[in-house]
T-cell receptor, first 114, second 112 residues
Framework: GNSVTQMEGPVTLSEEAFLTINCTYTATGYPSLFWYVQYPGEGLQLLLKATKADDKGSNKGFEATYRKETTSFHLEKGSVQVSDSAVYFCALSEGSGGYQKVTFGTGTKLQVIP | SQTIHQWPATLVQPVGSPLSLECTVEGTSNPNLYWYRQAAGRGLQLLFYSVGIGQISSEVPQNLSASRPQDRQFILSSKKLLLSDSGFYLC???????????FGNGTRLTVT
């Protein structure tokens, strides 16, 4: 079956530091890949997505590139802010004929300190 | 535009009491609908999904059930809550192969 593996957290960074959160996946076909962000007490919000190999998703300074050869979708940001503190989830979506199965990683908590 | 409504936002219930959480989606037709649970400090666990009215699939057997009485309404229920049912419940919808999941704001359930 499909699976998503994320790096263990929590990740603690100083403001303006470079961020990388690793994500690798296994899938039987050609999934779409997503990063979601969850702020305390809230639901998940889509951060960025990529639907095919070599696509780069980007939003709010975050980027991730769909690497089929390494089955990876690592999240990066050049300079984090305190407001980026949240839990980040990597996910893949695959399916056809109606049901879209979405598989999530376990989430990585990011804490940015001033 | 599409919106998703989930209520209540918080709920405290005694063990053995019933549960009903409701989720409605506006602005789209025939979405896939999902219920997830997030235990404290843990990832997302898919509980139920639905591809159409009256069509419910369960991913994890437990004392919860789901129903979809209308195209854009998804209900999570229990006849008797357990302590282990405590958690953060999230409803979500999706339409196409390439579209993301859209989540509600969640319900924080505490079973005492």
């Amino acid at each position: 079956g499909n699976s998503v593996t994320q790096m263990e957290g929590p990740v603690t960074l100083s403001e303006e530091a470079f961020l990388t959160i690793n994500c690798t996946y296994t899938a039987t076909g050609y999934p779409s890949l997503f990063w979601y962000v969850q702020y305390p007490g809230e639901g998940l919000q889509l951060l960025l997505k990529a639907t095919k190999a070599d696509d780069k998703g980007s939003n709010k300074g975050f980027e991730a590139t769909y690497r089929k050869e390494t089955t990876s979708f690592h999240l990066e940001k050049g300079s984090v802010q305190v407001s980026d503190s949240a839990v980040y989830f990597c996910a893949l979506s695959e399916g056809s004929g109606g049901y879209q199965k979405v598989t999530f990683g376990t989430g990585t908590k990011l804490q940015v300190i001033p | 535009s599409q919106t998703i409504h989930q209520w209540p936002a918080t709920l405290v219930q005694p063990v053995g009491s019933p549960l009903s959480l409701e989720c409605t989606v506006e602005g789209t037709s025939n979405p896939n609908l999902y219920w997830y649970r997030q235990a404290a400090g843990r990832g997302l666990q898919l509980l139920f999904y639905s591809v159409g009215i009256g069509q419910i699939s369960s991913e994890v057997p437990q004392n919860l059930s789901a129903s979809r009485p209308q195209d854009r309404q998804f209900i999570l229920s229990s006849k008797k809550l357990l302590l282990s049912d405590s958690g953060f419940y999230l409803c979500a919808w999706k339409v196409t192969d390439y579209s993301p999941l859209h989540f509600g704001n969640g319900t924080r359930l505490t079973v005492t």
